[in-house]
């Protein structure tokens, strides 16, 4: 007998789960949003704004893909759950019940209770309805203010620097995101925000934003006064935990699951950048939110949702990003400050960079940073796994290597002669 799995929420977490329920079972499916009518890369919303695609270029999968693998798609707000009756409750009436429901609800920015942070103009970036907002509220402007020097807040600085607004952006840390950067790959970003015409403000916080009903300027914990039109609060996320917690399920900072994904109530599931692990055996990370590790909760999850309940391990860590125009990446255990058994061995040319970090004692390679270069996923997560020797890795590390054009860089000449 076919079951009814519902996912509330489109992104890279809830998709992938429909993807491989799909591949795994002929059990039916519905897919519940409220952000859009098909799942799109929200990592390319900033491209959206700088003209570089359109929405429709940032679907992965053409539209009648749904149909034809029987994935029903809902435009809906999922507001609580009745998990005796095992019913999603929807805004506009048209409940759905269910046999099996996953919450991959996503992530909220984070508001820190500023004077002013509600008036018009003033955002934080995540969704597409984010998005549009901003194009609304940056219309015909001189200059925005961005606060927080995460991911998030650099990609705002890009988009308004796109289109010829000055930015001031304020970031807290003594240098643009020391807390998980080391002080040679944070200085590097620092140049390239610098070079880009960026006012980039460290050790420097929101104290409040001024305005009547649109902000005019912000206040900053220096006492500096800086007039702008637009203020973008990009200082984290939090999960999404709003069902949830109106439905009666456990939570903490994120929905509470074990390592099944399984909630603390029968048949409801909980995925992605909402979910908290309460299982020791996973790590240290008890929310992980990231676009990778959505997509990893998705393809497991599936499997536990059709009959083949598999414990989350999480593999070798794993993360990219683009800094303006340098990009990067990060494989392993790279800390900010590595600890004194830890050797770390760094090859930089300009703004290109590479470290490797490997155990004093044993020799065993523990991670990588790149900056400015490409390294292969596949192969730096085999040589992290396989616990290779960091000595044989330099001997071989052109087979990781897929940018020919830079092969006679200096930097990988560095490290050879290592």
Not at 307 to 320: A, D, E, K
């Amino acid at each position: 007998m076919k079951r009814h799995i519902v996912i509330v929420g489109n992104g890279i977490t809830g998709i992938t789960t429909a993807r491989f329920i799909r591949k795994y079972s002929s059990d039916r499916i519905t897919v519940v949003s409220s952000e859009t009518d098909h799942f799109y890369a929200r990592t390319a919303l900033m491209y959206i704004y700088m003209g570089h695609m359109r929405y429709q270029e940032t679907k992965p999968y053409e539209d009648a893909f749904w149909s034809k693998n029987k994935i029903d798609l809902v435009r809906g707000y999922a507001y609580q759950v009745d998990t005796d009756a095992q019913i999603v409750r929807i805004a506009d009436g048209n409940d759905i019940a269910y046999d099996a429901l996953l919450l991959a609800t996503g992530s909220q920015s984070n508001k820190f209770g500023w004077p002013g942070q509600d008036l018009d103009g003033v955002q934080g970036l995540y969704g597409m309805q984010d998005l549009a907002l901003m194009e609304r509220n940056t219309k015909g402007i001189q200059r925005g203010v961005v606060v927080g020097g995460g991911l998030i807040g650099i990609e705002m600085a890009e988009m308004l620097h796109a289109r010829g607004i000055d930015v001031t952006f304020l970031v807290r840390e003594k240098s643009y995101m020391d807390y998980l950067l080391p002080q040679e790959e944070s200085q590097i970003i620092n140049k390239e925000i610098l070079d880009h015409g960026i006012d980039l403000r460290l050790t420097t916080e929101l104290k409040a934003i001024h305005g009547e009903k649109m902000v005019d300027s912000v206040e900053t914990s220096e006492d500096d006064r800086i007039d702008c039109q637009f203020v973008g609060l990009t200082a984290g996320v939090h999960p999404n935990i709003d069902v949830a917690k109106a439905s009666g399920l456990e939570t903490n900072r994120g929905i509470v699951v074990n390592e099944f994904f399984e909630t603390s109530v029968p048949n409801v599931y909980a995925a992605g950048d909402c979910a908290e692990f309460n299982a020791d055996g996973i790590g240290s990370r008890r929310i992980e939110q990231l676009w990778y590790t959505g997509r990893a909760h998705g393809k497991v999850v599936a499997s536990t949702l059709t009959g083949q309940r598999t414990p989350y391990r999480r593999g070798v860590f794993f993360n990219s990003a683009k800094f303006f125009t340098i990009e990067y990446q990060t494989y392993g255990d790279i800390p900010v400050k590595p600890e004194s058994n830890v050797r770390s061995q760094v090859f930089q040319s300009g703004r290109k960079l590479l470290r490797i970090n490997s155990d004093r004692t044993t020799g065993r390679v523990l991670g990588f940073n790149v900056m400015g270069l490409r390294l292969r996923q596949d192969q730096c997560e085999a040589w992290i796994r396989d616990h290779a020797q960091v000595d044989d890795v330099m001997i071989q590390l052109k087979k990781a290597r897929f940018d020919p054009e830079f092969y006679s860089h200096a930097v990988y000449r560095q490290a050879a002669a290592a």
